[in-house]
């Protein structure tokens, strides 16, 4: 259950080059080491233009002079990292090979630790990550980085939490189709867990539109006493809502520092979910809900 501690302690065919058009040289030589830090950089700036980019534009945006950059270009597109065409080099099969075999090295929620442990730290509160459960609709905390507060929101990995009181699962109910949040209500058992825990069908339908529109949930003594939460979604590479980034406050330092909380909590979603590789939008302005 959710509960405060007083504790202190934290506890890459060889294929023939194109001619190529910016300069004379056909040299296809390694790069040495000193090129290392020059091959990410333009690995990178090509996966920002996926339309491809000249040499001139490449040394133009690695701020490296065309000679020592063209021998680099050359051997990365020998080893068909790149391409070559038209004038323009593109990352090539290699690149995405590559790519693809560091993101198959995620692994989740393992990835969001580093956020979190910044978060708790910036925050001065309690961050963990909640799933849906696999057996029934609630919500399951699968990571947590515990505020370093004398007195803070303590939750034991594995703990449950239901979706229509906590922010957490208020999170991944929003993001449920129309009809998978009919059926939750209609079998869902809505009892109060404080004398502030809202129960009522048409206020919770209101709440979680909000919620869904804003990207935030934030829940005032809904699931416990003297708790303030503050949820956001986190979404995997095709924008699918996977798990919900939640803090943990007491009442004296949740609701005064309800707006920064939000924020930080959003921002602190937006992170994991850019590092799973989802590169939509995200909402950062909040209304007043809470509850």
Known sequence: MYNFSHR?????????????????????????????????????????HPQGATLTEL???????????????????????LTHNGGKYALGVEAFKLGAAIVAQRRFPEIARPVMERLALEAGETILIGQLASDRPSMVYVMSAESRNAIRFIAGIGERRELFSSS?????????SEAQQTEYFRTAELRAHTPATRTQKRELKALLKEVAETGVAATVEQSSADVVGFAAPIRDESGTVIAALVMGTPVSRGVPGMERFKTLIARGAAEVSALLGYAGPTTLTFSKQSG
């Open 59 to 81: 040394a133009d945006l690695s701020a490296t002079p065309k000679t020592s950059l063209l021998a680099l270009l050359r051997a990365l597109t020998h080893a068909h990292y």
């Open 8 to 48: 202190s302690t934290v506890d890459r065919s060889m294929a023939h080059l194109p001619e190529d058009r910016e300069a004379g040289t056909e040299s296809t030589a390694s790069p040495g080491p000193r090129a290392t830090t020059r091959i990410v950089q333009v690995l990178r700036i090509l996966a920002d």
């Open 168 to 176: 957490g699962g208020r999170v991944l109910l929003a993001a449920m």
